[in-house]
């Protein structure tokens, strides 16, 4: 009797748990995401054809270059309008009322965010193996999704002091310019954002190198947690959101 109950509760909770998750996808991914995943796609083939016809000699590192855009346009979306989204679904009062708001539903989508992104990323280091040249798919996915993440992370802040999905994305188009010509200047330095773990300096000893991608990583993986929550720490102002 015991066992059915607690196969009972089970199956109720993990229904709960399904219908939860598909409910926030839902409002995470829509209008428009369709259409960021698809310009993701013709980025990537763009890059491709490009990368193909013009550096013939192209390695593991133009590949990572390649498939890092798409990655940024695929978590740009969800994270930028996730909180405009609930404004307009006029779901933002509700789940204001609900304890400990920003870690039961943000954490949670924030997961589903990063993870839908590495699924597809994952796809897409899959075509690039069979399309454009063989390298270890999944460390390439691994790798990639560190800045993706970071840049993820620091919109979902953005998103949280801006307070409007156009604002949020005008300012982090400008912050993404700002950080693009900031890595020529930060070079081959832990601090790039953009830095290629593939991409070994001339002259430069594999070791060393190995080094600075591992700090490089633990730096943005610092970042992304300083901002997750900041950013979890601003949802508390309610006030601020239901004006």
């Known amino acids: 009797m015991?066992?059915?109950?607690?196969?009972?509760?089970?199956?109720?909770r993990?229904?709960?748990?399904?219908?939860m998750a598909g409910y926030n996808l839902k409002i995470i991914f829509a209008g428009r995401f369709f259409w960021f995943v698809l310009a993701s796609l013709v980025f990537f083939i763009l890059l491709s054809l490009q990368l193909v016809f013009n550096q013939p000699g192209f390695n593991s590192s133009s590949v990572y270059n390649?498939?890092?855009?798409?990655?940024?346009?695929?978590?740009?979306?969800?994270?930028?309008?996730?909180?405009q989204n609930d404004a307009d679904s006029r779901i933002l009062e509700i789940l204001f009322g609900i304890p400990d708001y920003r870690y039961k539903i943000w954490l949670v989508r924030l997961f589903m965010i990063f993870l839908l992104t590495w699924a597809i990323m994952y796809v897409?280091?899959?075509i690039g193996y069979f399309a454009l040249t063989p390298y270890p798919i999944f460390n390439m996915s691994f790798q990639l999704m560190f800045p993706i993440f970071f840049l993820?992370?620091?919109?979902?802040?953005?998103?949280?002091?801006?307070?409007?999905?156009?604002?949020?994305?005008?300012?982090?188009?400008?912050?993404?310019?700002a950080l693009l010509f900031l890595s020529d200047t930060l070079g081959s330095t832990q601090y790039?954002?953009?830095?290629?773990?593939?991409?070994?300096?001339?002259?430069?000893?594999?070791?060393?190198?190995?080094?600075?991608?591992?700090?490089?990583?633990?730096f943005l993986s610092i970042g992304s947690l300083v901002f997750v929550l900041w950013g979890l720490t601003n949802l508390q102002k309610?006030?601020?959101?239901?004006?």
């Open 66 to 83: 390649v498939l890092i855009v798409p990655g940024i346009l695929l978590v740009f979306y969800p994270t930028v309008f996730g909180i």
């Open 192 to 218: 790039n954002v953009f830095h290629n773990p593939y991409s070994i300096p001339q002259k430069m000893n594999e070791m060393v190198w190995a080094q600075i991608s591992q700090k490089n990583r633990l």
């Open 152 to 177: 993820g992370c620091l919109s979902f802040l953005v998103s949280t002091m801006v307070k409007n999905g156009n604002g949020t994305a005008v300012v982090m188009i400008i912050i993404g310019v």
């Open 124 to 126: 897409f280091c899959w």
């Open 2 to 12: 015991d066992t059915a109950i607690f196969k009972s509760k089970l199956k109720n």
């Open 238 to 243: 309610r006030e601020k959101f239901l004006k």
């Open 14 to 19: 993990t229904d709960l748990v399904l219908k």
